[in-house]
């Protein structure tokens, strides 16, 4: 296996000072959208796709509203797919084996399954968007959940890319099916989603561009946090910052160390590393 991350020590010294200058000194070269819900959203400069007229700005403010029963962050699991001991089996019947049941592909589905439930224990816990000050609606449970994903991602890379390319796709194909869904639980008719999707798309190559240039440095993953995951919001505190790398950082080291197989990628609960 490849081992492409090593372990960073936060330096959790850093003032609110040196934090803020960080932020306000970057020249990243990143456009930002601004959709008139005053949401920010990080992308590539080089896209010749952004759009940067105001009829390309999300006019309809529903994907902001709060749902109080707080049933925007359930995950329905798929009931379809092989749990962690079904995969395990060293006897595997010939019949289902004949048909495929167990070939590369079929598992790196099933593996996709597993991997996206155990990122919804984390967009869908409430304490995340408490800690973080975020909003409970489709654009905070975006951000919680691309940061993982990309996490996940970064841990698949160990594999190398030939292990891990297939299960990359199917991993990003279970999110966006749950982002469908999301934007439909939030009252946008059927017709207008796809609209939202290519916006939310350019959103999520931009988060994972800004990431992977911060994987080894935590000033850089502070500017980086900032402009994505908080959407270069004026209220955040540094505290929410540190915080947030900090979590990064424990989930790169947990992922990398402690996970020796693909199907066994979980994530240390929120509350956790918040005191370790």
């Not at 996206?116 to 489709?138: C, H, M, R, W």
């Not at 469908?180 to 059927?190: M, P, V």
């Amino acid at each position: 296996m490849i081992n492409i991350y090593k372990q960073k020590t936060i330096n959790l010294s850093l003032n609110n000072k040196v934090v803020l200058n960080t932020i306000k000194s970057s020249n990243r070269p990143f456009s930002i959208i601004n959709y008139n819900n005053n949401r920010l959203f990080c992308t590539s400069s080089n896209n010749n796709k952004d759009i940067n007229n105001n009829e390309s700005l999300i006019k309809d403010e529903k994907l902001n509203n709060v749902d109080p029963s707080i049933i925007l962050l359930k995950y329905e699991p798929n009931v379809k797919h092989m749990t962690k001991e079904e995969m395990k089996k060293d006897e595997r019947p010939w019949h289902l084996r004949l048909m495929g049941f167990y070939s590369k592909d079929t598992l790196s589905l099933h593996n996709s399954y597993n991997i996206y439930e155990a990122i919804t224990k984390q967009s869908s816990d409430i304490e995340f968007y408490k800690q973080f000050g975020l909003p409970v609606n489709v654009r905070s449970w975006f951000a919680v959940s691309v940061l993982n994903i990309w996490i996940s991602y970064v841990r698949l890379r160990k594999e190398g890319a030939k292990n891990s390319k297939q299960i990359q796709i199917d991993l990003y194909d279970r999110f966006w099916e749950d982002l469908e869904k999301k934007i439909a639980l939030a009252g946008i008719k059927r017709r207008f989603i796809p609209k939202y999707l290519r916006e939310f798309y350019t959103s999520y190559l931009g988060s994972l561009i800004a990431y992977d240039e911060a994987l080894f440095d935590d000033a850089t993953l502070v500017n980086a946090i900032w402009r994505n995951f908080f959407a270069m919001s004026e209220d955040v505190k540094t505290e929410q910052l540190l915080n947030l790398v900090k979590y990064v950082r424990y989930q790169l080291n947990h992922l990398d160390n402690d996970v020796k197989e693909v199907i066994n990628i979980d994530y240390i609960p929120i509350n956790k590393v918040k005191s370790l």
